[in-house]
């Protein structure tokens, strides 16, 4: 089991910037690509990025691509998305999830542990 706790939501202004952090425990971290979804209420849970164990390869959704970042401490357990320029159309709950044996996977099915949700809300 691997569990994820999310951290760092809140509410921004269009334009702003956040930083969202995602600690996890129990097996080994560094065993785990990593990502970050979101989902706003009605509609599917979305791909916003990911990254490999070893933190050497990203991908991004084409909608946060120059704007977000996302990045993994495996020493400290944390995988970290800052997203810069934000729109309200990034308002929603953000989900880290850790993935055993999918690396850079935008399907939610491919990851195997999910924490429980921070939210974004990004005023105009």
């Known amino acids: 089991q691997v569990q994820l706790v999310e951290s760092g939501g809140g509410l921004v202004q269009a334009g702003g910037s956040l930083r969202l952090s995602c600690v996890a425990s129990g097996r080994t971290f560094s065993n785990y690509a990593m990502g970050w979804f979101r989902q706003v209420p009605g509609k599917e849970r979305e791909f916003v990025a990911a990254?490999?164990?070893?933190?050497?390869?990203?991908w991004y959704a084409d909608s946060v691509k120059g704007r977000f970042t996302i990045s993994r401490d495996n020493a400290k357990n944390t995988v970290l998305l800052v997203m810069n320029i934000l729109k309200p159309e990034d308002t929603a709950v953000y989900y880290c999830?850790?993935?055993?044996?999918?690396?850079?996977?935008?399907?939610?099915?491919?990851?195997?542990?999910w924490g429980q949700g921070t939210q974004v809300i990004v005023s105009s």
């Open positions: 999830a850790a993935s055993r044996y999918y690396s850079g996977s935008s399907s939610h099915g491919d990851y195997d542990y």
């Open positions: 990254i490999r164990w070893s933190g050497g390869s990203t």
